[in-house]
């Protein structure tokens, strides 16, 4: 029962062009959401987040929209860099504290 | 300062052999958690603390057991180990939860063979 999908496993875009990410949540106790990045060989780090009270969060290029309702959220990058190309994994707790993934999506951004 | 620190980074194992994967942070960090990465799967969560002596099940603990005697450490056991237990194995910390993101380490992989 995944709880967190990301329905595309891949994602290739033009440099300088925007990158857009989607995740799908089941668990309307979920209230906290997260983006993290991750480079092979390496440990996933914090990218930005987003609370249920929010519908949308940002910082610098990387905005999170959120919609309740849908239950979707979507990171937002502009404009793309060849350094952004890596493994995007969206994430959602609630009040377990449980920080739950999904799939996560491979992000190529071409010179 | 350290961040997380996962020991060792790589090892094979025997099947039903056993083993602890080490996990320490020195960020004075209450939540703590071990996940796995499998291709396809994303990371999927085996055990978390929010303090020591508080585990609880994540979504994958079959086989796998923790304990939390202090704040800094939070070691991984396998008791028996098989071959679906091939993976990447991370461990993360939290100062408060979600609010400010987990912390991860750089990993461990673990054949099993």
């Known amino acids: 029962d995944q709880q967190v999908k990301q329905n595309s496993p891949s994602l290739s875009v033009q440099e300088g062009r925007i990158s857009i990410l989607n995740c799908d949540y089941t668990?309307?106790?979920?209230?906290?959401f997260l983006w993290y990045k991750k480079y092979p060989a390496e440990g996933p780090t914090f990218l930005i987040s987003?609370?249920?009270?929010?519908d949308k969060n940002e910082d610098g290029r990387f905005t999170v929209f959120l919609n309740k309702s849908a239950k979707h959220l979507s990171l937002h990058i502009v404009p793309s860099q060849p350094g952004d190309s890596a493994v995007y994994f969206c994430?959602?707790?609630?009040?377990?504290?449980?920080?739950?993934f999904g799939t996560g999506t491979l992000l190529a951004v071409q010179p | 300062n350290a961040g997380v620190t996962q020991t060792p980074k790589f090892q094979v194992l025997k099947t039903g052999q056993s083993m602890t994967l080490q996990c320490a942070q020195d960020?004075?960090?209450?939540?703590m958690s071990w996940y796995r990465q499998d291709p396809g799967m994303g990371l999927r969560l085996i055990h978390y603390?929010?303090?020591?002596?508080?585990?609880d099940q994540g979504e994958v603990p079959n086989g796998y057991n923790v304990s939390r005697s202090t704040t800094e450490d939070f070691p991984l056991r396998l008791l028996s180990a098989a071959p679906s237990q091939t993976s990447v194995y991370f461990c993360a910390s939290s100062l408060t939860g979600d609010n400010y993101g987990y912390t991860f380490g750089s990993g461990t992989r673990l054949t099993v063979v």
């Open positions: 994430a959602a707790s609630g009040a377990t504290n449980k920080l739950i």
């Open positions: 987003i609370s249920s009270i929010k």
């Open positions: 603390s929010v303090g020591a002596g508080i585990t």
């Open positions: 960020m004075n960090h209450e939540y």
């Open positions: 668990n309307s106790m979920f209230d906290y």
